[in-house]
């Protein structure tokens, strides 16, 4: 089992920047990809980035060059942070990793709960 606790979401002005914490538990951190998503109202849930264990990162085009994301393995968490944040990120975010299951070559699908995002003037 594995739980994700995401936090950090909150109002902003456009241009303005916001770090997304999520703590995880339960598992070995270190050895797992990490990931955020992203889900605006009416529309699908979306990856926004990802890092690996060797911390190779991966970016939506939407947000390349503003949001950066990062893992601390010795505190089990992955953050992003997002600068430069415009209208269009208005989303809940949500953290994501996968486990394999015991004797099978399929995955498990943990989530966190989604944390809040609204860039507004």
């Known amino acids: 089992q594995v739980q994700l606790v995401e936090s950090g979401g909150g109002l902003v002005q456009p241009g303005g920047s916001l770090r997304l914490s999520c703590v995880a538990s339960g598992s070995i951190f270190s050895v797992y990809a990490m990931f955020w998503y992203r889900q605006a109202p009416g529309k699908q849930r979306d990856v926004v980035a990802s890092i690996d264990s060797a911390r190779v990162t991966m970016y939506a085009d939407s947000v390349k060059g503003r949001f950066t994301i990062s893992r601390d393995n010795a505190k089990n968490t992955v953050y992003l942070q997002m600068n430069d944040l415009k209208s269009e990120d208005t989303a809940v975010y949500y953290c994501?990793?996968?486990?394999?299951?015991?004797?099978?070559?399929?995955?498990?699908?943990?989530w966190g709960q989604g944390t809040q995002v609204t860039v507004s003037s």
């Open positions: 994501y990793t996968k486990r394999p299951l015991p004797f099978s070559r399929n995955f498990r699908d943990y």
